[in-house]
């Protein structure tokens, strides 16, 4: 019974810090109708950055987040402008968009191993309290209490530009269609780039907490996690941001279950679900629309 | 029709020609051979890519599954080499068989599904707890059966297939009404083309000259890891070589697999990042500026490429 708890507690745990490690690749999808399959080497470049941090400045890790929100920004303003306008005029951007950000992850992942080595990192255990703290009679180390309350925040975040700001709110009108939110007079470009930035930035914030959460962090763990995210993301249901927080519990509960009850199969978990909801449900569990071929 | 047909025939006597004397020219027999083994996945990938539009990011899955296939056939069955070869290409089909909803999906979903399909299959395989039938990580050898010669020969013959199937999709009706579906499924099926029987007949012709390649594979190499024949490198680089060639074509993957696993041969074997940094930057350059390949080029100028 003890077991079962443990596994239920940190699952919920480990639910909430995914879905924002998904959140971001879902926003992208969601506002430009781009997969963006470099997100997992984006989740990376953040904890590299809190890596660096750490190792050759002495800072907190914590420092990672200011700095991945400032990156999302310097890299991804001119990447949207480069790219995605392009993209969007083409035949059919879904899947090239694919394939372009595909590429991109190639180079992502081949720059951060001449810049890291392909070795894996850690980052140190005491930064984030090297205590642990007890729900219910389960103890969790500290550090996954903190990156779940960052992950609770910055959803409650991207939740609140959602419903109570008049960017989200255009935002919105963008995610539900393009074309009549150009006609009625919103930057559609100007709002997508910045929904663009905001998932990097969710991405990159997330990836501080990579090497808590899953141990250690190396430049090839980016497809990995790419793959995660979407099992995650089609699991809420694509397009839907805040759809990712059930994806992100169904995933987490999944995988911590298994690593209990079934250790070896539980790097499955992930590519089953995935598989099993597309299948039965192309759209999410919370999905409105059957896409049909 | 027998016009039609030539520049078929020319591509595969080319192909045939230079795979036999290569050989004498060239001592790295084993490069010839991998370099075979992508023109046949490539293509493989072309068919269905390229005729249909359904990029399939597991095509390694069919490729390891007939790997697995093959050498269990000949670990366990007194099977002469040749039918284990062809029932790893049945498995694979088995394979597509069950993985056939996928084709409900479209675009992206495809491909995402697909790819979590191989990882399953992968982690399956690679399992330590089923170590006693696929030797779980630590892989399988099926030395006893060790034949560079007649496996080459075999990989050789298997090219020439998927290459004579994919010039017939570039001449057929049947070709013809597949690019119909890609361009406009419903107006296609109001034309009187069965979409999704058609669609299921190159996924299933796909997935066998994957299972093939696999299986020979297998034998040319005798002993494997899991990793081996289910990297999910295996699948990237026959995505873009086909791309960088152009898909749709015959001639498109062969030009790319030339070209750039020559350059594979050359920088990246040695140094893995410097390749990996080349076709990253080559995908987003492609699809930017060329996304038919380079070898639209030629169209761009006038010339039909086959």
Known sequence: MDLLEYAVIGGILYGIFFSLIAIGLNLVFGVMRIINLAHGQFILLGGFGAYILSSALGLNPLYGIPLAVFGAVVIGWPLYYAVVPQLQRSRDPEMLSFILFFGIAQIIESLSVFAFGADQRSLPDEALGAGSFGLLGQEFPDSWWVAVLVSAIAIFGLYLYFAHTKLGYATRAIMSNRDEARATGISVDRLSAIAFVIGLALAGIAGVFVPYLIGSISPDLGNGLTTTSFAIVIIGSLGNPLGTIVGGLVFGLGTMLMQTYYASWSNLVPYALLLIIVLIRPSGLLGKAVRLA | ?306
Request: charged letters at 5%; proline letters at 4%; aromatic letters at 14%.
């Open chain 2, 1 to 306: 029709m027998l016009r039609r047909m030539r520049p078929g025939a020319i591509v595969l006597a080319l192909l045939a020609a230079a795979f036999l004397i290569l050989p004498h020219l060239y001592g790295n027999q084993s490069l010839l051979f991998t370099l075979m083994t992508f023109i046949v996945l490539a293509q493989g990938l072309n068919l269905l890519y390229g005729f249909t539009g359904y990029l399939p990011f597991g095509y390694v899955g069919f490729f390891g599954c007939g790997a697995y296939a093959t050498s269990l056939l000949v670990l366990h069955t007194g099977l002469p080499v040749l039918a284990c070869v062809a029932g790893g290409g049945l498995a694979a089909v088995l394979m597509a068989t069950i993985l056939g909803p996928l084709l409900r999906l479209s675009g992206a979903y495809f491909s995402i599904a697909n790819l979590a399909a191989s990882q399953i299959l992968y982690y399956v395989v690679a399992n330590p707890n089923l170590s006693s039938i696929t030797g779980g990580p630590y892989g399988l050898k099926i030395d006893q059966v060790y034949a560079p010669e007649a496996s080459y020969l075999s990989m050789l013959a298997v090219l020439l297939l998927t290459c004579a199937i994919a010039a017939y999709f570039r001449v057929s009706r049947f070709g013809m009404a597949l690019r119909a579906m890609t361009q406009d499924a419903v107006s296609a099926a109001m034309a009187g083309i069965d979409v999704v029987r058609q669609r299921l007949i190159v996924w299933l012709i796909s997935a066998a000259i994957g299972g093939l390649a696999g299986g020979i594979y297998a034998w040319y190499l005798s002993v494997f890891y899991p990793d081996a024949v289910f990297t999910l490198q295996i699948s990237v680089f026959a995505i873009v070589f086909a791309l960088f060639g152009g898909v749709g074509t015959v001639i498109g993957p062969i030009v790319g697999c030339a070209v750039l696993y020559t350059l594979y041969a050359a920088i990246g074997i040695s140094t893995p990042q410097y390749f990996q940094l080349l076709y990253g930057s080559l995908i987003v350059l492609l699809v930017l500026f060329l996304p038919n390949g380079v070898l639209s080029l030629l169209t761009r100028w006038g010339r039909r490429v086959f």
